[in-house]
């Protein structure tokens, strides 16, 4: 299990934090060329983030490039840069339709053998940032076997429906949320929660992480690195649930060694959602 | 490449360069290193320098890098920067970038 809890955004043109970014140990870093990076400054970013990928303190972290979307005179460079780069995932912003996918798909296979990669080696994700994307998320997260990933960008939405963030219970994102999770769980691909854009508000940053996972979210697109520790630490199992785990997989190893189909422990049913549950359960415990 | 204008690339921000490029009057390629580093990084950076402009294939120009403290990849990509915005270039040869 490739573990999606937090994906850094990393400004492009920003040599600090490409310099550094690595250190924190996100579980993605997502160098960034679109909205983090002023118009004057596109081409030297794309430049920085091309020689990023290659640089030998990001081989072990997954990387995903932010490109420009493919109608602007910078997405097909952009693109370029990303997959020569080497880049794990190119992550398209503003994605609105499966037809979007369907031409960055194309577009990624052209420059792949170019440049020599193996066809399907760059994995995709789509953003969702708009009433549109949201509606047509199940299409956009199964538009291509690329798709390993959607996220649910806050802001722009926001701006889209006509409202704006609140603090506490965040209705305004429930729908959103919710559609963009259930479009990547049916499409057995992962899911990011909207940024939080406070980095000096610790509380209100842990009682968003708790509602994304409690809803099933993987995990966050997060925009300083201080975050990323917090994170790691409300995504990891209590000591209760790793205990617990670990006796339902026991029963269920009991279970199948005396050819019983289900077993109970402390009066429930262990069956395989519970068994699949637990051993995700361990895999996040031995992460952390 | 041919250099054609002046250019910059870059900040004087920790970690990172700045890269000014100007044509040469007398077709010479003169490069000017200063870092804070440069007793201990100078060759290094300059070694750097010189790989990226030849795989450039700009052999004129007037080259002034002002680091630091910028890692290797970092140097290549503001060099790279400046050289396309020196050349009036937008369309990048890949193969020269690696």
Known sequence: ?288 | MKVVKESIAGTLESSDLLVKVAPSNKGTLDIVIKSHVFKQFGKQIRRVVTDTLAQLSVDAGSIVVEDKGALDCVIRARVQAAIMRACGSNELDWQRLS
Do not use: W
């Not at chain 1, 199964?142 to 409202?163: E, N, P, Q, W």
């Not at chain 1, 968003?208 to 697109?221: R, T, Y």
């Open chain 1, 1 to 288: 299990m490739k573990l999606r809890r937090s994906m850094l955004f990393v400004p492009g043109d920003n040599a600090g934090m490409l310099s550094t970014s690595f250190i924190f140990k996100p579980d993605s870093v997502m160098f960034d060329l679109e909205d983090a990076v002023g118009l004057s400054e596109k081409d030297s970013a794309r430049l920085m983030v091309f020689q990023a990928l290659r640089h030998p303190a990001y081989r072990a972290i997954e990387k995903v490039v932010r490109i420009n979307e493919l109608n602007t005179e910078f997405g097909l460079k952009d693109l370029e840069a990303a997959v020569r780069g080497g880049t794990d995932i190119v992550r398209l912003p503003k994605t609105d339709n499966a037809d979007e996918i369907h031409q960055l798909d194309a577009l990624v296979e052209r420059v792949e053998k170019a440049c020599g990669r193996p066809v399907g080696d760059t994995k995709l994700m789509a953003a969702i940032e708009s009433a549109s994307g949201v509606v047509n998320a199940v299409a956009i997260a199964t538009a291509s076997k690329r798709m390993v990933a959607i996220a649910i960008a806050g802001f722009d939405y926001l701006v889209d429906m006509h409202t704006h963030r609140s603090s506490g219970f965040e209705p305004e994102l429930f729908y959103a949320r919710a559609a963009v999770l259930h479009a990547a769980r049916a499409a057995h691909i992962d899911a990011f929660d909207v940024a939080y854009g406070d980095v000096n508000d610790d509380a209100g940053f842990l009682r968003e992480v708790g509602i994304a996972k409690l809803l099933g979210f993987n995990g966050k697109s997060l925009i300083h690195p201080k975050q990323i520790e917090l994170l790691h630490k409300a995504y990891a199992p209590s000591e209760a649930e790793v205990s617990h785990a670990k006796r339902v997989l026991a029963a269920a190893d009991e279970a199948h060694r005396k050819g019983l189909g289900v077993v109970s422990l402390d009066g429930k049913m262990v069956d395989p959602p519970v068994i699949k549950e637990a051993e995700r359960t361990l895999e996040l415990a031995q992460a952390a």
